[in-house]
């Protein structure tokens, strides 16, 4: 008698031909995917790593993109690396192919890192919405431009998609997984990460404790494996942050499309970066101490948690683009999941608010965006039912 095939066995099968078909789809398919617009950030970062270069020295980059261009270093402009290292030691296979496959490759884990966050968000969905909810989120504008430019929103999509699915199901290492994958743009996933964090703390049952284990122990990994990609990271990511922040066009944030910044805008006339910072964080700390005041029971199970804290992460944080807010997605469907009556037609206008002004008024309508998110967040609140005294509250 046949013995039946291990889990495991069937899953490292299923992973091996994933990323076989994904590779063929990359080399063969000539998809017009543009290979230097936001892409080339990650690309270029992780070149160098192949030439030993460490992550955040921007001069080496660019006499390696001026050697490989025939030019002077002068004439190469590169921006500098905004991420923590690791993000880029988990792709450094994009830099072994040309960089027109390598960009078709992102693109393909791009799309499946969405279509998966969205098999996470819609489980125990029937067939039928669970199958049309994937060509929401496909075309859902601010993905779209996402998926175009190459941009590193995805992963921590799929973080913040992972964890409400770890959490709602008590798997410790999916759980860790989840936090890791949410520190890869930290300014979007870290306010998550710690919420998730503190929510475990406040449970105080088996399974947080182990569950927080295991996040501080996925923590001290990625500090230390950050070493390989820079020798002194923690320093120089700062300053390759501070970099950021000082080149033209950014520190001005004309295509930002914060909060923060549009009521900087309305009171000032100018788009600029620098008062924000202040006024996002009063506005972050404002929403988190208020809902905790008065309306603490939308902090109390994973799925009302996670959506909370994306929504107040979207109206606070002062430096987000139109593509950041593909984090909607995630709030759209927890709170679609138990939708009735009038609140369809509140999801269905928060879903299409972003095509309105994008369409309206262009890159105007990046200022606006963070209306969409301050719906959804009326709509939980409105929603969330009253604490029941569980002993499994947070």
């Not at 549009?262 to 009063?282: F, K, S």
């Not at 200022?367 to 604490?387: D, E, G, M, N, T």
Request: with cysteine.
């Amino acid at each position: 008698m046949n013995k039946p095939i291990s889990p495991f066995i069937l899953h490292t099968s299923s992973i091996i031909l994933f990323l076989a078909l994904l590779l063929l789809f990359a080399f063969l398919v000539p998809l017009p995917i543009p290979a230097y617009l936001d892409f080339q950030v990650l690309y270029h970062a992780n070149l160098g790593l192949t030439q030993d270069i460490a992550l955040y020295d921007r001069a080496a980059q660019a006499e390696m993109i001026a050697r490989l261009a025939g030019v002077t270093a002068d004439q190469v402009f590169i921006l500098p690396f905004p991420y923590p290292p690791w993000y880029a030691l988990a792709t450094l296979f994009l830099a072994w192919p040309p960089v027109e496959v390598a960009a078709r490759l992102w693109f393909g884990l791009n799309l499946s890192m969405l279509l998966a966050s969205v098999w996470l968000l819609t489980d125990g969905w029937k067939p039928v919405p669970r199958l049309a909810s994937f060509l929401a989120a496909i075309v859902f504008i601010p993905i779209i431009g996402s998926l175009y430019v190459g941009q590193f929103i995805f992963p921590v999509l799929l973080g913040a998609s992972l964890i409400t699915f770890a959490l709602r199901r008590e798997n410790i290492s999916l759980t860790a997984l989840a936090a890791a994958l949410l520190t890869f743009k930290p300014h979007l996933g870290g306010p998550l990460a710690v919420a998730a964090l503190i929510y475990l703390l406040l449970r105080r049952d088996d399974f947080s404790r182990r569950a927080v284990r295991a996040i501080l122990v996925t923590a001290v990994f990625l500090f230390a494996i950050g070493f390989l990609a820079d020798p002194a990271w923690p320093i120089n990511y700062l300053h390759s942050l501070l970099g950021f922040r000082d080149i033209p066009g950014v520190s001005s944030c004309g295509l930002c499309a914060s909060l923060p910044v549009g009521l900087v805008a309305l009171l000032t006339g100018q788009t600029d970066i620098g008062p924000a910072l202040p006024l996002g964080l009063a506005l972050f700390v404002i929403l988190f101490v208020a809902l905790i005041r008065f309306r603490r029971e939308i902090f109390q199970t994973p799925e009302s948690l996670v959506s909370a804290s994306i929504l107040i992460t979207l109206l606070a944080d002062p430096y987000l683009l139109n593509y950041d807010f593909a984090l909607l997605l995630v709030p759209l469907f927890i709170l679609a999941s138990s939708a009735s009556g009038k609140n369809w037609l509140w999801l269905v206008f928060a879903y299409l608010f972003p095509s309105l002004l994008l369409g309206l008024f262009g890159r105007g309508g990046n200022l606006y965006l963070s209306i969409a998110a301050l719906l959804l967040l009326s709509l939980q609140i409105a929603r969330a039912k009253p604490i029941d005294g569980s002993p499994r509250e947070a």
